[in-house]
């Protein structure tokens, strides 16, 4: 099992959890009380820094309960890379029916995952190799 270290900045804060046993990310939470107000984001404190350990990152995801009601995460999916030391913050915004949404402390916000970075090479090329949908972009496998 990976140990990722974290550090308590606020004595509230809460150190991230699983939902259950089998679940793929753990839940952060929020340090404090916030009104998002319709369309703007605001950066949703948890009180807490990760030491994730070299090679990897934290993947940052919205949770489904809050998207289901258009509270998302502005930047989806947001990284913390294994040099940074701050405070993680979430960037919350509300794209719901709600003006303000409500989020309370100790709610939960967004979900993280450790993700191993694979290291690759760009070689620049004159042409690349045919496919069945060649540059058919936005839209054309459906919608």
């Given at each position: 099992?990976?140990?990722?270290?974290?550090?308590?900045?606020?004595?509230?804060?809460?150190?991230?959890?699983?939902g259950?046993?089998?679940?793929?990310?753990w839940?952060?939470?929020s340090?404090?009380?916030?009104?998002?107000?319709?369309?703007?984001?605001?950066?949703?404190q948890?009180?807490?820094?990760?030491?994730?350990?070299?090679?990897?990152?934290?993947?940052?995801?919205?949770?489904?309960?809050?998207?289901?009601k258009?509270?998302?995460?502005?930047?989806?999916?947001?990284?913390?890379?294994?040099?940074?030391?701050?405070?993680?913050?979430?960037?919350?915004?509300?794209?719901?029916?709600?003006?303000?949404?409500?989020?309370?402390?100790?709610?939960?916000?967004?979900?993280?995952?450790?993700?191993?970075?694979?290291?690759i090479?760009?070689?620049e090329?004159?042409?690349?190799?045919?496919?069945?949908?060649?540059?058919?972009?936005?839209?054309?496998?459906?919608?």
């Amino acid at each position: 099992m990976w140990e990722i270290k974290v550090r308590k900045l606020n004595s509230d804060a809460i150190i991230p959890t699983k939902g259950s046993e089998q679940a793929a990310c753990w839940d952060l939470y929020s340090l404090y009380s916030y009104n998002l107000m319709l369309g703007s984001p605001a950066f949703i404190q948890t009180g807490l820094s990760v030491e994730v350990p070299e090679g990897y990152f934290l993947d940052l995801r919205p949770r489904s309960g809050l998207a289901s009601k258009g509270i998302t995460i502005a930047n989806a999916p947001g990284t913390i890379d294994s040099d940074y030391r701050g405070e993680v913050k979430v960037i919350l915004i509300n794209n719901s029916r709600y003006n303000p949404y409500k989020i309370n402390r100790g709610d939960r916000i967004a979900q993280i995952r450790l993700e191993k970075i694979y290291e690759i090479g760009f070689l620049e090329v004159v042409d690349l190799s045919p496919s069945v949908r060649g540059e058919a972009g936005f839209g054309s496998t459906g919608d």
